[in-house]
């Protein structure tokens, strides 16, 4: 359990002028004055018809997310993009004048264990709303009890789709806006006419691959091969032996974890240099984050296709990854999902307010079509499916561990978590 | 080899195991009487305690055939083995330490040695009176209820053998039977064998020549896996050849 | 059942432990605990019944399998399945591009329910099975290694090769396993909603209730023959042998009867926990439930209940507080009792709280002369029935 | 699948393929060679062993680091620097080890391996505390990175030369060390009659701690070597843990022939059919072909007869 005795961004209006712009311009793109928020604060007896955890000053969020297990690793972004939003939300006042306290639990990687705590949270603590889950299992695990028990949870993690909650709002992207845009990237941009596709084996590399497979020979183009690895797997020089041999033009890997490192070493190491493209390598698994276990020698020149990368140029995130370095140290990396992981506190504010209550059914009602002029992707918005409208960039990994953006679609891409046609 | 019928108990016949090119049992044939004590000695190594293992089943022979009754051994698992009327007493003391006298007694009555047959076993009369009946022959009457870890050298000699007379086989293999015993241990172990080899075959391996001559009905003398001698302890006493390899020393 | 029989079957410890035990669970525990905790609670039954089965397994068979959690997994896989198929009636399912099948299924282009799936419409079938499939399979393993006399360090990595192969299996499979999300989402069973209170207070007790018929189960096992048979071949499989037994045949009896424990406990866990995934059927959790099973006391099947109990409800606070200690804690804990206490905390009460308890219980009764410890029997020599 | 490839284009692929099976190969020959010496001498299966080679990674991790910090000019060789100290390090913690646990149970097999159980939960929480949580890029120098071109396809990449190398010095060293040296032969009289070899003068204490030693010491390099190829993190050894035992156990703990045997056994098996088939049903039909080869012959692919 944490409350916010550190909070360093205090004083942030004064120094960091136009990031407090932008979140008041949010705030009042949503609802009523910022300051009027503030100063008047609602009764309590108004914002919370639920018994829910709120008090004349005070609301209290969960944040569930594994710091223990094989998952730690990925998930400890999310956390500190979750606490850096809640500092700066209590930093301007709160929402609807109350300060936010969270309680943090451990998953533990293990998916029981998300579903235990989810209970607690819900039941004991009986936050209003909850930041966790990274691993679509985690989130298969506690969607019974958020739909049992009428809670909110905010899911950062690109994921395979297939599944729209009432009680989830995903802020990462569903497979089809990954994946469909950067696939049709390559074809126009590199003139691709066939494709690799490997994963790791479990869901989420294999919905995205089947997307994959059924956009490529929608446009007429060859899929020559598809593999899938045990999580976990080390030893990569068969796949590769396979590239050799059918020779695609993109190999698109949805490898993750673990394997990850091993594969990208040994790919590099097996005389295939990425940054020749020949073949062209096109990932969605592998982020900022990923790198920095990887190494930026060993994946330069490799493409990733998703929503957000740490070098974005606009004005939100340069102040949002200053921030972000300010409170968790210099050396860090910033991802696609901690970046998604940083909305969810902010899109559950903006609905609150807009919603003028913590009541879960209301902020439900008050969802759809809330916008985030600040966030650091740029703007994005609700979808009534519960996914977020947003842009899809295609970054080229370098030798320094980050993305250069090579593209950017122009339009937001709708979410559509059931593509008719890709299943 | 095929071997004929016999009317021994024991016919072992061109028996012969091999450890990677190392024959410790060469071509090896002896018979054994209906309650015939037989002794085998030999020096370390001699392949005494190969030849008790290869009887019943513990090791598997390379070549040869091992006549139970005509029947063949040499195929048959160590249980089957056992249930056909053979029972051996390992060199150490081998007893459940974790098990009162009394248990361990009971464990080895042949009653109820299936999976099905053990979960339903009933500590009936006759297993009582079985029971008290062995424990009073190994001396151990007074002691039924005491863990087996808890009993002297010599006494945990007695159970086992008194383990292996609960089963009353045909045939009965001792090895070393007083080893590291005391002299007055010893002397009530040599009135056990009498006893207890009354109505069956007993094969005893032993070095102590003394013990050997006082219960031995024949000697079978082994060296380098090859019998040197056979007869009675008087005649392998004096054959010069036994002389040379073994009592010499 | 005479007299005598069913005092050499439940010695007057026993009863006291017995006692103890389902005072704690049946009375104390739901009256103290709100429905959160206890449902807890129920979850961390489930492992006892695996720790129970250890115990038969390794304390007194000297068999350690560490793939327990693949028997834990089939049972409430079998589980999972018949509820998954109820969850997932045609009106449920209906945005399906084929209703009437899992989700999962159903994303991953199938378009009818397996063969495998088909029995599970039965629950007669299904409770059938939760027993019976994991139990043939561990004959399967159990007559390949103890017919061949496998034992010790080499069984135990074959049967951690066994758990990653069905995890890898599981994973891969997605299409009829539902892959690394496992089956999840249960709703109902014959319609009676299984995720509401009052269910849950029913499962829990069920739970306690199987458990006490799991416990039955093995204090009968440990009390006759078998119980000593296995005592003694742990210390001196040689002379068991020679004595005339088939070795392997009682090994592989009592492994199969472990792993059925382990899959009612899994049965039990799908059940309350509301669905049943691959993490369970790995190494890593194989292996926890073993130290359940050592913190209880690997000699004792009441402490294997207080192991599973004691080591959950630590995870759980620890985890809670604690996190990143949560893993020394973890390993000490495994080092600790393996080196200091190897006996557990069964071993610790025997030491010093048992004889005072039946000096007590000595006292309160009028007795004859009674002999203290587990595996001693009472001298008396009377006849347990037939022709005395 | 080959119609549509020339005959050259398929021969090289075979030699690549072959090739990526001796890789593998010399992956599990380096994993399994601590822990063969460790169980054939000790009958103890030590489960930390995938910790001990993280270990190992990490040394290797930070001497990169202070080479780069340091000496930039030396980097191209710290490599073998690192190798070093990871065999000291992972060796002397094992000796360690040794000392505070494993001598405790020697007669307790099945409790060793819970407690290095529990000592490899400790390992990777200490590893989470000091490195983070996340994995470390270990940096190489340039000249393990790329690969060997040698016709227009069959190109050999040259940490899997050095790899492989590294499997052959080692084995190579340790069976001198086991068949030549004054040590190896008190090692081996210590597996064959421990009381007699204690009787006969021999430390066997000492012997056992430093076989540990060795074995832990070996892992340590394997470890600093697969800094190369795959991930350093808090729970990378646990990737290595399944394939290691069974390495081992395959192989039958009488000899390093055997384990050498039996890991040239699985990763052909794998290799050959990962190429066949979609790596996961490749790794299950591995894992169940040593299970199975297991079943038929429990005590390993190479044991001897022994008279009992």
């Not at chain 1, 493209?277 to 982020?287: A, D, G, H, M, R």
């Not at chain 3, 926990?273 to 099973?293: A, L, W, Y």
Request: glycine share 10%; proline share 3%.
């Amino acid at each position: 359990m944490g409350t916010l005795d550190n909070a360093p961004l205090v004083d942030l209006g004064g120094r960091l002028p136009s990031l407090m712009k932008g979140l008041a311009a949010a705030v009042a793109g949503v609802t009523l004055a910022f300051s009027a928020a503030v100063s008047a604060a609602p009764a309590t007896s108004e914002v919370n018809t639920t018994d829910l955890a709120v008090t004349d000053d005070t609301v209290t969020v969960g944040i569930l997310h594994s710091v223990t297990g094989t998952m730690a690793i990925s998930e400890t972004g999310s956390v500190q993009a979750e606490k850096l939003a809640i500092e700066q939300i209590n930093a301007m006042g709160g929402v609807l004048g109350r300060q936010i306290e969270y309680v943090q639990e451990d998953g533990a990687s293990d998916w029981p264990t998300f579903a235990e705590k989810s209970r607690k949270l819900l039941l004991q603590d009986k936050v209003a709303s909850v930041f966790g889950c990274w691993t679509s299992a985690s989130r298969k695990a506690v969607l019974p009890v958020f739909e049992q028990y009428n809670g909110m949870l905010y899911y950062p993690t690109f994921y395979e789709g297939l599944e729209q909650s009432p009680n989830v709002i995903y802020t990462g992207q569903e497979a089809t806006q990954q994946i469909l845009a950067g696939i049709d990237w390559v074809v126009k941009e590199k003139g691709a006419k066939t494709f690799y596709l490997l994963g790791s084996d479990y869901i989420w590399p294999r919905t995205s691959n089947k997307i994959a497979r059924k956009h490529i020979e929608k446009l007429g183009l060859k899929v020559v091969g598809e593999d899938y690895y045990p999580l976990g797997h080390t030893q990569f020089n068969s796949v590769i032996n396979k590239f050799k041999l059918k020779k695609p033009d993109v190999i698109f890997a949805s490898v993750v974890g673990g394997s990850n490192v091993a594969f990208y070493k040994q790919l590099n190491a097996a005389g295939i240099d990425m940054t020749k493209e020949k073949p062209l390598v096109l990932t969605i698994s592998v982020t900022e984050d990923e790198i920095l276990g990887i190494g930026g020698e060993n994946i330069v020149g490799a493409y990733a296709s998703m929503k957000y990368f740490q070098s974005l140029t606009n004005s939100n995130n340069v102040e949002f990854v200053k921030a972000f370095k300010k409170r968790w140290g210099d050396d860090i990396v910033i991802g696609d999902v901690t970046q998604a992981a940083y909305l969810g506190p902010w899109l559950w504010k903006a609905a609150v307010e807009k919603a003028g209550s913590f009541d879960v059914d209301k902020v439900r009602a008050a969802s759809p079509d809330i916008e985030l002029t600040t966030a650091p992707e740029g703007y994005v918005k609700v979808h009534p499916n519960h996914h977020l409208w947003s842009k899809t960039r295609i970054g080229n990994a370098k030798l320094d561990g980050q993305y250069e953006i090579v593209y950017e679609t122009d339009e937001l891409i709708e979410p559509n978590p059931f593509p008719e046609g890709y299943q | 080899m095929s071997s004929s019928n016999t009317d021994f108990v024991l016919a072992v016949e061109g028996l012969t195991v091999s450890f990677d090119g190392f024959k410790a049992v060469n071509d090896l044939s002896f018979y054994v009487d209906k309650n015939e004590i037989r002794v085998i000695v030999g020096p370390n190594g001699a392949g005494k305690t190969t030849v008790l293992d290869l009887i019943c089943g513990r090791t598997k022979a390379t070549e040869g055939s091992i006549k139970f009754r005509n029947k063949e051994l040499t195929k048959m698992k160590e249980h089957q083995i056992v249930r056909a009327g053979v029972g051996r007493k390992f060199q150490t003391p081998s007893i459940y330490g974790d098990l009162t006298v009394f248990e361990n007694l009971e464990i080895s009555f042949p009653r109820g040695r299936s999976v099905f047959g053990a979960l339903t076993f009933k500590r009936d009369a006759e297993v009582l009176q079985r029971v008290d009946e062995i424990s009073r022959m190994i001396f151990l009457d007074e002691l039924l209820h005491t863990r087996g870890d808890l009993l002297s050298h010599g006494q945990k000699q007695w159970l086992e053998i008194g383990m292996l007379l609960i089963q009353d086989p045909e045939l009965l293999m001792l090895d070393e039977p007083v080893a590291g015993m005391s002299v007055s241990e010893r002397r009530k172990t040599a009135e056990l064998l009498r006893t207890i080899t009354k109505d069956r075959s007993v094969i005893v391996i032993e070095h102590d020549m003394q013990f050997v001559a006082e219960i031995a009905d024949k000697v079978t003398v082994l060296h380098q896996g090859k019998i040197l001698a056979e007869g009675t302890a008087e005649h392998v006493k004096q054959d010069p050849k036994v002389i040379e390899v073994y009592l010499g020393h | 059942m005479s007299y005598a029989n069913l005092r050499t079957l439940l010695p007057k410890n026993d009863i006291l432990n017995f006692a103890v035990l389902a005072l704690i669970l049946v009375v104390v525990l739901p009256l103290s605990m709100d429905l959160f905790r206890l449902n807890l609670i129920g979850k961390y039954l489930t492992y006892s019944f695996v720790a129970l089965g250890l115990v038969l397994c390794w304390g007194y068979g000297g068999i350690l399998s560490l793939g327990q959690g693949v028997f834990f997994g089939l049972g409430g896989y079998a589980m999972a399945m018949f509820l998954k198929i109820e969850a997932s009636s045609p009106e449920n399912t209906a945005i399906q591009s084929t209703p009437g099948i899992p989700d999962f299924m159903d994303w991953n282009q199938l378009t009818e329910l397996p063969w495998f799936w088909q029995p599970f419409h039965s629950l007669t079938f299904t409770v059938i099975a939760i027993i019976v499939i994991p139990s043939i399979f561990a004959y399967i393993i159990g007559v390949a290694m103890f017919k061949r006399r496998v034992g010790g360090v080499y069984f135990a990595i074959i049967t951690q090769a066994v758990a990653a192969i069905l995890t890898i299996l599981i994973i891969g499979q997605q299409g009829y396993t539902g892959g690394v999300n496992g089956i999840t989402d249960l709703r109902t069973l014959f319609g009676w909603d299984i995720r509401t209170n009052e269910a849950k207070y029913i499962f829990y007790f069920l739970c306690v209730f199987m458990l006490f018929l799991c416990l039955g189960v093995a204090q009968y096992v440990r009390k006759s023959k078998l119980g000593r048979l296995l005592v003694a071949m742990r210390e001196m499989e040689d002379r068991v042998r020679f004595s005339g037994y088939d070795v392997a045949n009682f090994k592989i009896f009592v492994f199969c009867l472990g792993s059925a424990f382990a899959a009612i406990g899994g049965a039990m866990f799908t059940l309350q926990v509301g669905f049943m995934s691959p993490t369970f059927v790995g190494i890593v959790p194989s292996i926890e439930m073993v130290i359940f099973c050592a913190v209880g006391g690997r000699l004792s099947i009441f402490g294997a209940v207080y192991g599973a109990l004691l080591v959950n409800w630590a995870k759980s606070t620890f985890s809670e507080s604690f996190p990143e200690l949560w893993l020394f804690a973890m390993g000490a804990l495994f080092i600790g009792v393996v080196m200091a206490f190897p006996d557990g905390l069964a071993g610790l009460y025997s030491k010093y709280g048992e004889p005072h308890v039946t000096r007590l219980l000595d006292r309160f009764t009028s007795s004859k002369s009674k002999t203290s410890g587990d595996s001693d029997l009472p001298p008396e020599m009377e006849a347990e029935g037939g022709n005395s | 699948m080959f119609a549509d490839y020339t005959t050259s284009e398929l021969m090289s692929i075979f030699a690549m393929q072959g090739f990526s099976g001796l890789i593998l190969f010399s992956v599990f020959v380096l994993m399994a060679l601590g822990l063969a010496i460790i169980f054939g001498q000790m009958g103890v299966i030590n489960m930390a062993h995938g910790e001990f080679m993280i270990l190992g990674a990490y040394v290797t991790y930070l001497t990169s680091n202070v080479f780069s910090e340091y000496m930039p000019a030396l980097f191209g060789g710290y490599f073998f620097v690192a190798m070093i100290l990871a065999f000291i390090a992972a060796g002397a913690l094992g000796m360690l080890v040794e000392w505070a646990m494993i001598r405790h149970l020697y007669h307790r097999p099945l409790d060793t391996l819970l407690a290095t159980w529990g000592l490899s939960l400790i390992l990777q929480q200490l590893y989470r505390t000091i490195f983070g949580a996340r994995e470390v890029g270990v940096t190489l120098p340039d000249w393990l990175m790329g690969s060997v071109q040698i016709t227009d396809i069959i190109e050999v990449p040259i940490n899997g030369i050095f790899v492989m190398t590294l499997a052959v010095g080692i084995s190579v060293l340790i069976a001198a060390l086991m068949y030549r040296s004054r040590w190896g032969i008190q090692v081996r009289s210590v597996v064959q009659n421990r009381p007699m070899a204690g009787a006969v003068g021999i430390n066997t204490a000492r012997v056992d701690r430093l076989t540990f030693g060795l074995g832990c010491g070996i892992a340590g390099v394997a470890g600093s070597a697969f800094t190369m190829i795959g991930s350093t993190g808090p729970t990378s050894g646990q990737l290595y843990i399944v394939d290691t035992f069974l390495v081992v156990v395959f192989g039958g703990a009488a000899s390093l022939l055997g384990t050498i045997a039996s890991a040239f056994t699985i990763s052909q098996a794998q290799s050959t059919m990962e190429f066949f088939l979609s790596g996961s049903m490749a790794k299950v039909l591995t894992l169940l072909f040593v299970v199975f080869i297991l079943m038929l012959r429990p005590q390993g692919l190479f044991s001897l007869k022994v008279r009992r």
